[in-house]
């Protein structure tokens, strides 16, 4: 017990401390740096916190390609306006401290009014629990996102592919490939895509297989599999096209079609809305989320409509 | 405490030991490359010692064969990495340093 | 991934056929293994066809990816060639832990131009990485595709990377100059 409430208090503190230099630090880049920085203790948070679909989520989405975009977001903002490297934007700074008083005051009571909570049996927590094995998976978070709440993932889909859309429409006219610009290829790095590469598809498809019945799922998948294009495009192995190909376009909707489809499906043949008929369902919604979330965020990164092997 | 508890306990310790040398070398060395001798070599040794006690935890191959599948993984992630910014840090920066 | 026959007829100069040379499937089959294996680890025997499917792609991926003369090696050395390493590991990170915390920081830096003996593929490739894990030592630069720059931080430097590279040699059936015996 006490060793347990050290390393949380350390925890706690460290993500504190982390947040102010985040927002308070003197220079962008070092922002960003400890908001990823930031983004891994709270993976160790949420492990703290019983909660390992969340850490890896956190991990991979919040941490990983996250502080991707960021940095490449960063070295795109340096190329157009190099006068304004080692900026930090400052809003209003007089407004600094009323906000940072409301916004704390706001967290104050939240938290007070969750913990006068009774720990009932009808929340909807204990509910969801309950009827769990009606989903035909055992792991609840996955239970909770494709059957209990189907509508939130499927808009969740839908927001990506709109952040895709408004990503190309802020870029048009611009291909720029975020390779390196090297004449030759630093050693050590065809190695590493060689083991990293084969082992980046094979976590990723066994995130989603054990989603069904262990921590995992479709976006820590998909996460995976899109740090595997981050990577891919970082090398130059992928380089970026002109038009978004067509079966990247249907990639990039499959997801949304495939579980709406379903859904619609299941709605004309007599039940619910985006009720899903069996185990087998689930996997395959899944597994169309998963590509359908990897293309996307490895298209932001790529900054690109589409992306195609090297040599072609 | 049983042995086994006792071992791993001073293994992770161990490791934790050389991430603190690791980032006291961050903080004392002078220049990049320097820097990252002492971030690489301590902090695989470190991973290598954690890996270790919890291997001796987990007390199943499984769990055995992935933490050293992790500590390869970590192994290739630190090294790659060493090796491009100390590239960078001679060919871009031209910083030769002592 | 018992592999003892070196009669890739490729020249030394390496291959450029577009079909998949033999040396390329010999990493994409010790792949599929190492991939089939971790499968194994994380799912036990449930799934095996996705497993199966799973490793031959990524076996796949990764003969594609892997960078041309890919070499092979003897598997009997590899182990005690894995003992060396560990060894070596652990001595850099001891040595280098030493000197940090010492407190009048007793470090030389230095740098070291070696000009290697070793073919391009995976002996280059161990050797850079190996080296940065031995005491003192830390690979830089690769110039010219053939002279390793390194920097040293400490110790004696030039026979602990002598030393390193005919266990290579001697790993993968090298002679002195690194060309195959």
């Not at chain 1, 991990?59 to 940095?71: D, E, F, K, P, R």
Request: hydrophobic residues 50%.
């Amino acid at each position: 017990m006490g060793i347990s409430l050290v390393i949380d208090v350390l925890l706690a503190l460290g993500l504190v401390g982390l947040a102010l230099q985040v927002v308070a630090g003197p220079s962008l880049f070092r922002s960003i740096v400890l908001f990823v920085v930031f983004g891994l203790v709270m993976a160790l948070a949420w492990a703290r916190l019983h909660a390992p679909d969340l850490a890896m989520a956190e991990a991979a989405i919040g941490a990983g390609i996250t502080g991707a975009l960021l940095l490449m977001t960063y070295r795109r903002l340096v190329e157009l306006n190099p006068e304004k490297r080692g900026e930090t934007y400052l809003g209003s700074r007089w407004l600094a401290a009323p906000v940072g008083v409301l916004t704390g005051v706001l967290v104050g009571l939240i938290g007070w009014a969750a913990l006068q909570l009774p720990p009932g049996d009808t929340t909807a927590g204990t509910l969801a629990r309950d009827a769990l094995d009606e989903t035909g998976v055992s792991n609840p978070v996955t239970g909770v996102l494709l059957v209990f709440r189907g509508y939130d993932t499927l808009l969740e889909m839908g927001v990506l592919l709109l952040a895709f859309l408004g990503a190309r429409a802020v870029a048009s006219g611009r291909a720029h490939s975020p390779g390196t610009s090297e004449v030759s290829e630093p050693a050590l790095v065809g190695a590493l895509l060689s083991l990293v590469v084969p082992l980046t598809i094979l976590v990723g498809i066994y995130l989603l297989r054990a989603g069904g019945h262990a921590p995992g799922g479709a976006f820590q998948a998909g996460a995976v599999l899109a740090a595997g294009g981050v990577l891919l495009s970082l090398t130059g192995r992928l380089v970026p096209t002109d038009h978004t190909p067509l079966v990247q376009r249907l990639v990039l909707v499959l997801g949304l079609l495939v579980f709406s489809g379903m859904g619609l499906f299941m709605l004309f043949a007599g039940s619910a809305m985006l009720s899903l008929p069996g185990t087998w369902a689930i996997y395959l919604v899944e597994t169309a989320l998963m590509i359908s979330i990897a293309l996307p965020l490895a298209l932001l990164f790529a900054q690109a409509p589409g992306l195609k092997g090297r040599g072609h | 405490m049983s042995v086994l508890e006792i071992v791993s306990t001073g293994l992770l310790a161990a490791g934790c030991f050389f991430y603190l040398a690791g980032t006291i070398g961050l903080l004392r060395f002078p220049d990049v490359h320097s820097r990252l001798h002492a971030l690489t070599k301590a902090d695989n040794v470190g991973l290598f010692l954690v890996c270790l006690a919890l291997t001796l935890l987990g007390e199943s191959l499984r769990v055995a064969l992935l933490l050293l599948l992790i500590w390869l993984l970590g192994l290739l992630a630190a090294t790659v990495s060493c090796h491009l910014i100390a590239r960078h840090s001679i060919r871009r920066k031209g910083g030769r340093s002592g | 991934m018992t592999d003892n026959s070196h009669k890739n007829h490729s020249p030394d100069g390496g291959t450029q056929g577009t079909q998949m040379p033999r040396s390329r499937m010999r990493w994409g089959i010790q792949l599929t293994i190492i991939l089939a294996v971790v499968w194994l680890a994380l799912n036990g025997l449930s799934g095996w066809i996705l497993g199966l499917l799973v490793c031959l792609a990524g076996g796949l991926a990764g003969a594609r990816a892997v960078p041309a003369h890919p070499y092979p090696w003897r598997p009997h050395r590899l182990a005690n060639f894995a003992a060396y390493f560990l060894r070596a590991s652990l001595a850099g990170g001891i040595d280098v832990a030493w000197r940090a915390m010492h407190p009048k920081l007793p470090i030389e830096p230095r740098w070291i131009e070696y000009p290697l003996n070793l073919p391009p593929g995976q002996p280059r490739t161990l050797m850079i990485s190996v080296v940065s894990l031995l005491p003192g030592t830390l690979s830089a630069d690769l110039r010219d595709d053939r002279v390793l720059v390194i920097h040293a931080l400490s110790g004696p430097g030039q026979p602990a990377i002598e030393a390193l590279e005919k266990r290579i040699q001697r790993l993968f059936s090298l002679d002195l100059a690194g060309n195959r015996q």
